[in-house]
């Protein structure tokens, strides 16, 4: 089983439309979450951490499951401009143990 | 603040050329690391640095070295260019390991391609 594993997609939504994207991890003794967004033959950026308690930001939600080991992303009001892919980075702790999904790639249509 | 700069953008090399990959950061970051990023991969991580004069090994170091004799500067050295290593390379830096949380900042990648 991969350590952080995510749908690749491409998950295609119309603009004003509400998607989620969902990323499983296999340590359960990680210790830190985060969305990345990476734009085509860009370098990612961090979109947001993800917390235990779950947290927003402007349309987008993240939340994090410790039981089922899974954290989602929630975009509501699609833009044509969240049209990117979406990288799950975990860190199980230390410099060399923060792993990086393969991405799942959104694309919003008019 | 210029942030992550990597130098060169595109890279052709033949077989058994060997070059180096330039990274600098202006955050006064002690972390920085090398990824290489292939389709269906994910970024993986080939070296990286805790401060100047230490560095470690990543998932993918073969074929790979580094140096990091200053806190801003951070390359990355191709000894003997093979096909397999025809990738996007991303240069990051972080603040400390202490702030789990921290953001990892990324370059703008370099683009390799060995022929």
């Known amino acids: 089983r991969k350590e952080v594993e995510q749908d690749p997609g491409p998950f295609n939504v119309p603009e004003g439309a509400t998607v989620a994207f969902n990323c499983t991890y296999s340590n359960s003794a990680s210790q830190s979450f985060f969305w990345y967004r990476q734009d085509c033959r860009k370098e990612p950026k961090l979109l947001m951490s993800?917390?235990?308690s779950g947290n927003e930001d402007g349309r987008f939600t993240a939340q994090l499951n410790r039981a089922s080991q899974y954290i989602s992303l929630l975009i509501r009001d699609s833009k044509l401009s969240d049209s990117a892919t979406y990288l799950c980075?975990?860190?199980?702790?230390?410099?060399?143990?923060?792993?990086f999904g393969t991405g799942t790639k959104l694309q919003v249509i008019p | 603040n210029a942030g992550v700069t990597q130098t060169p953008k595109f890279q052709v090399l033949k077989t058994g050329q060997s070059m180096t990959l330039q990274c600098a950061q202006d955050m006064n970051h002690e972390y920085m690391s090398w990824y290489r990023q292939d389709p269906g991969m994910g970024l993986r991580l080939i070296h990286y640095s805790v401060g100047a004069g230490i560095t470690d090994q990543g998932e993918v170091p073969n074929g790979y070295n580094v140096s990091r004799s200053t806190t801003e500067d951070f390359p990355l050295r191709l000894l003997s260019a093979a096909p397999s290593q025809t990738s996007v390379y991303f240069c990051?830096?972080?603040?400390?390991?202490?702030?789990?949380?921290?953001?990892?900042?990324f370059g703008p990648g370099t683009r390799l391609t060995v022929l």
């Open positions: 990051a830096s972080r603040g400390p390991l202490a702030g789990i949380y921290n953001e990892q900042f």
């Open positions: 993800v917390y235990s």
């Open positions: 980075v975990v860190n199980k702790g230390g410099y060399q143990k923060v792993t």
